[in-house]
């Protein structure tokens, strides 16, 4: 299993990104995927979800719900997440996180995480 | 929202001694917590999954117990790989929330 983010970068506040995440070494269809965020020297803040198959389910974190949208694209074993209107306070390493399903429904798996700095 | 609080922030210990880290939840999340470990510069890594099962090729002397709103984390014998910092996560319901994080450093 290997999950390999990119996009990341310095955006000036009000700007946009669009984070991406490869998956490969499992079926990605069948399974749901996340992003999970860091601040620097802070702790771990998950940030949105996205069911197997169509993607038909997905949830936000309120700090980014309206501003940011998770999609995926099971043709290139990829999710993404676009990131609208960003705030100095989105500064972080994002990582997109396989969901365990039912083996715990925990992150199994994670990227390496790309670096996201918001900032004039 | 679910909030969990980690306790202590900081563990100072020395190899080969037994770690205890608590995570409590603000409500009751049954048994649905895991257990991570993050060292500097890297991803998370997944520990425990529903409160006390080991994930894919993590050594027994990681041990997760607890229900309800009270679990934790015990690693026995500690090695030099294992100072890190851990977070407990619940997946009972959504947002999906961490704890601030438990620092394990070498005494």
């Known amino acids: 299993v290997q999950l390999v983010e990119s996009g990341g970068g310095l955006v000036q506040p009000g700007g946009s990104l669009r984070l991406s995440c490869a998956a490969s070494?499992?079926?990605?269809?069948?399974?749901?995927m996340n992003w999970v965020r860091q601040a620097p020297g802070k702790g771990l803040e998950w940030v949105a979800y996205?069911?197997?198959?169509?993607?038909?389910?997905?949830y936000y974190a309120d700090s980014v719900k309206g501003r940011f949208t998770i999609s995926r694209d099971n043709a290139k074993n990829s999710v993404y997440l676009q990131m609208n209107n960003l705030r100095a306070e989105d500064t972080a390493v994002y990582y997109c996180?396989?969901?365990?399903?039912?083996?715990?429904?925990?992150?199994?798996?994670w990227g390496q995480g790309t670096v996201v700095t918001v900032s004039s | 929202e679910i909030v969990l609080t980690q306790s202590p922030a900081t563990l100072s210990l020395s190899p080969g001694e037994r770690a205890s880290l608590s995570c409590r939840a603000s409500?009751?999340?049954?048994?649905?917590l895991a257990w991570y470990q993050q060292k500097p510069g890297q991803a998370p890594r997944l520990l425990i999954y529903?409160?006390?099962n080991r994930a894919t090729g993590i050594p027994a002397r990681f041990s997760g117990s607890g229900s309800g709103t009270d679990f934790t984390l015990t690693i026995s014998n500690l090695e030099p790989e294992d100072f890190a910092v851990y977070y407990c996560?619940?997946?009972?319901?959504?947002?999906?929330?961490f704890g601030q994080g438990t620092k394990v450093d070498i005494k």
């Open positions: 996180a396989r969901d365990a399903g039912d083996r715990g429904y925990a992150f199994d798996f």
């Open positions: 070494g499992f079926t990605f269809t069948t399974y749901s």
């Open positions: 996205m069911s197997p198959g169509g993607g038909t389910i997905v």
């Open positions: 409500q009751s999340v049954s048994t649905y």
């Open positions: 529903d409160a006390s």
């Open positions: 996560q619940q997946r009972y319901n959504w947002p999906r929330t």
